[in-house]
């Protein structure tokens, strides 16, 4: 990281001091960032004649004297408190009174590293992400000590070096790696009902929502000795608020060192190479005469693929929020004879159904048929908001909260989730994209029928979902 944010200092026409303990470690550093900036060249990034001006503006030194005449420090060491404390207490005695001190700390509280310095308006996050010279999202943090004048400051540093900045408050997980939790704690609850299996559920996410990884590749990918212990470390920060829960399979994946692909297992096994198995495609289930329940607007879509024509071979229900079980006894229909179909993603061609306990599984017999004209359709177990409604209600909710509670503004929420994880959409653009009162529905129906604290709406969502307002409404 401290080789990246030098970089990226280096190309902005900055003079850097780059330092460590180790002379070696900078040796290495020096020629990673030689070399990057080689390849920018050869990419037409930067023009071949600068390649030398900007190499000369890098110094190298084992000695934290050397930052004396710094009017920024970035702190990037080992991500563990009391080092981090000890430092910038000795970088005062070093640097002037007007340099701002800045940590890249990805999840300790600046506020605590702050706490050994006599000038604590000063000190300030300033959160990059990894690979630094490729990814554009800066988290300015903001301490309860730290001037505005000092987070004005880093907001345009951050421009400077062709970052996007955010503006966010202090605490666990700042906002990006906090926001995160929805996402995977989410599926991992949907997992470990008996909902679904990790890959069932990966696919739902891509093919249905548009993100680019599933969470349960993603845990993978990132590492389970890493996302368990942030998650935990988030969870118990927010005094264990149960939005923010993992699971015991998580818990135990991690005690085991399955850690994903860096050990060879994790929710899925790396040993000879991954094979996801498709979804079925079409294999001739013929003619299906279904009764449609409900008013239902996607109805519409179907029946134009399908030349629908209704009968009574089986009730197709589509429950926001409920599970099958549900709506089979609020609605006093047979649950033998009885799917319901999830038409959150009908416009990208992608369905979900899932049966009631207790009948045939007649899902699979309706899965055929809408695969016949031209869906993609996966089959779960009976749950509560099926997974797409779940997931996505539930990020769209986290990031409601984090407007709630300040964390970011809601745009800078949308900004900081694409920027840095990829998300098709924001969490507050989801909220808009399901609706605001659906979104809030789905979170109504899922807490009324699991009973868990879980699945409370944020202040932020139910207020704006009960008056008919955009999830974008400032307070």
């Not at 701002?100 to 050994?116: C, D, F, R």
């Not at 929710?267 to 079925?280: A, L, S, W």
Request: charged share 20%; net charge negative; hydrophobic share 45%.
């Amino acid at each position: 990281m401290g080789s990246g944010i030098a970089q990226v200092g280096l190309t902005s026409d900055m003079s850097v001091v780059l330092i460590d303990k180790d002379q070696s470690a900078l040796d290495r550093a020096v020629q990673d960032i030689h070399g990057r900036l080689a390849r920018m060249v050869e990419k037409g990034a930067i023009p071949g004649e600068r390649l030398d001006t900007i190499r000369g503006r890098l110094s190298t030194s084992t000695d934290i004297a050397d930052l004396a005449s710094c009017e920024v420090v970035i702190e990037a060491i080992i991500e563990r408190l009391e080092p981090k404390q000890a430092l910038f207490s000795d970088l005062e005695d070093i640097v002037s009174a007007q340099c701002i001190l800045a940590t890249n700390t990805s999840s300790l509280s600046v506020a605590a590293i702050a706490a050994k310095c006599r000038n604590r308006e000063r000190v300030c996050g300033m959160h990059f992400f990894n690979p630094v010279p490729l990814m554009k999202l800066v988290e300015v943090v903001i301490a309860p000590g730290t001037s505005s004048e000092v987070g004005e400051a880093a907001h345009r540093l951050s421009l400077r070096l062709g970052k996007v900045p955010v503006t966010v408050k202090d605490g666990p997980g700042f906002l990006v790696n906090l926001q995160g939790r929805a996402y995977t704690t989410e599926a991992l609850a949907i997992a470990q009902e008996g909902v679904a299996d990790f890959a069932t559920i990966d696919r739902i996410m891509r093919d249905g929502a548009g993100f680019r990884m599933g969470p349960f590749e993603l845990m993978d990918l990132t590492g389970i000795d890493v996302n368990y212990p942030v998650t935990q470390f988030i969870y118990e920060g927010y005094q264990h608020d149960q939005r923010l829960r993992t699971t015991t399979q998580h818990a135990l994946l991690a005690a085991a060192g399955n850690f994903g692909r860096k050990s060879g297992q994790g929710f899925f096994d790396y040993g000879e190479g991954r094979m996801e198995t498709p979804v079925p495609g079409a294999a001739g289930g013929g003619i299906l005469r279904p009764r449609l329940i409900g008013p239902e607007p996607a109805w519409e879509a179907l029946r134009a693929a399908t030349k629908l024509v209704e009968g009574v071979d089986v009730d197709l229900v589509a429950p926001v929020g409920e599970d099958c079980a549900t709506v089979c006894h609020r609605l006093d229909l047979d649950p033998a004879n009885t799917v319901a179909v999830d038409f959150t993603a009908v416009e990208r061609k992608h369905l979900t159904v899932m049966n009631a306990i207790g009948g045939p599984p007649k899902a699979q017999q309706v899965a055929q048929w809408l695969r016949e004209h031209g869906f993609t359709v996966e089959i779960i177990q009976d749950s509560p908001g099926f997974v797409l409604q779940r997931v996505l209600a539930m990020v769209a909710n986290l990031g409601c909260e984090l407007a709630q509670i300040g964390v970011g503004s809601p745009a800078d929420i949308d900004t900081a989730m694409k920027l840095a994880q990829n998300y098709p959409l924001g969490p507050l653009e989801w909220a808009e994209k399901l609706g605001v009162a659906t979104c809030h529905a789905i979170l109504v129906q899922l807490q009324a029928i699991t009973g868990s604290d879980r699945y409370r709406p944020s202040l932020w969502l139910r207020r704006r979902a009960i008056l008919g307002l955009s999830a974008y409404t400032p307070q």
